[in-house]
C-alpha cells in the first residue's frame, strides 16, 4: 500500500485502479476471446455452418437430425452442379422462412419432365440411385430459366421442392452439404 505523506494511515487504491490493473492482466485473455467470437462469426457467416435436418424430405440420403456441416465459400467463385446437395432460402411463394435442403437437379437452360415414375432431363431418364421411390406425380416439360435451378428431394413423393413451387433462384442458394458428421455411425461425405 502506498503511504500519503502527510498521513498515518495507509491509503486504499481506487476502485478504477484495481479495475485496470485486473484488465492489464486479462487483456490477452481478452483479446483471445475476441478473436474468438469473431472468428466464430466469421466463419459461421461466410466460410461453413453446422445445420441439421428437420424432415425426412432427403432420405434415404440424410436422415431426420442428422448433422451436417455447409459449406457456403466456393459457391461465391462457381455454381452448384448438378447432383449436388444445397441449402438454400426457398422462394417467397413458398410462404416458408425457414432454410431448406434439396438436390439440384436441373441447371439453367435445361429441360425438366416427369413421367412414368422417371425424371427426364434433356429428354434422357435421370440415373438416380440415390432416391428413396420413385415419383408417383407427373410434371409437363420445363425449362429452367437463366440464373435459376431445379431442386428436388430425395424422397421424391414427400418432398416440398421445385416439382411443386418452381424455380430456384440462384441468389437464394446458401451453400453445399458437404460432411455428416453425426450420428457417428453415418459420418462421411455427401454425395
Known amino acids: 500500500m502506498v503511504e500519503h505523506p502527510n498521513s498515518t494511515e495507509p491509503s486504499r487504491p481506487s476502485v478504477a485502479h484495481g479495475f485496470w490493473r485486473w484488465f492489464s492482466s486479462q487483456r490477452e485473455n481478452l483479446q483471445t476471446i475476441v478473436l474468438a467470437v469473431f472468428l466464430a462469426l466469421f466463419i459461421r457467416s461466410f466460410v461453413a455452418e453446422a445445420r441439421y435436418i428437420p424432415s425426412g424430405s432427403m432420405e434415404p440420403t440424410l436422415r431426420i437430425d442428422d448433422r451436417l456441416i455447409v459449406e457456403k465459400l466456393s459457391y461465391e467463385f462457381q455454381q452448384p452442379e448438378r447432383g449436388q446437395v444445397i441449402v438454400f432460402t426457398p422462394p417467397k411463394r413458398t410462404n416458408i422462412d425457414q432454410a431448406f435442403i434439396k438436390r439440384v437437379i436441373g441447371l439453367p437452360g435445361d429441360t425438366i419432365e416427369v413421367k412414368n415414375g422417371k425424371v427426364l432431363l434433356n429428354g434422357r431418364t435421370l440415373n438416380e440411385p ?23 428431394g430425395d424422397n421424391r413423393n414427400n418432398s416440398f421442392d421445385s416439382h411443386l413451387w418452381g424455380f430456384l433462384p440462384r441468389q437464394n442458394v446458401i451453400g453445399r452439404a458437404v460432411f455428416r458428421f453425426w450420428p457417428l455411425e453415418r459420418v462421411g461425405a455427401i454425395e
Request: hydrophobic content about 50%; glycine content about 4%.
Open 130 to 152: 440415390y432416391i428413396a421411390t420413385p415419383p408417383a406425380y407427373i410434371l409437363p416439360r420445363q425449362k429452367v430459366p437463366a440464373g435459376h435451378f431445379f431442386v428436388m
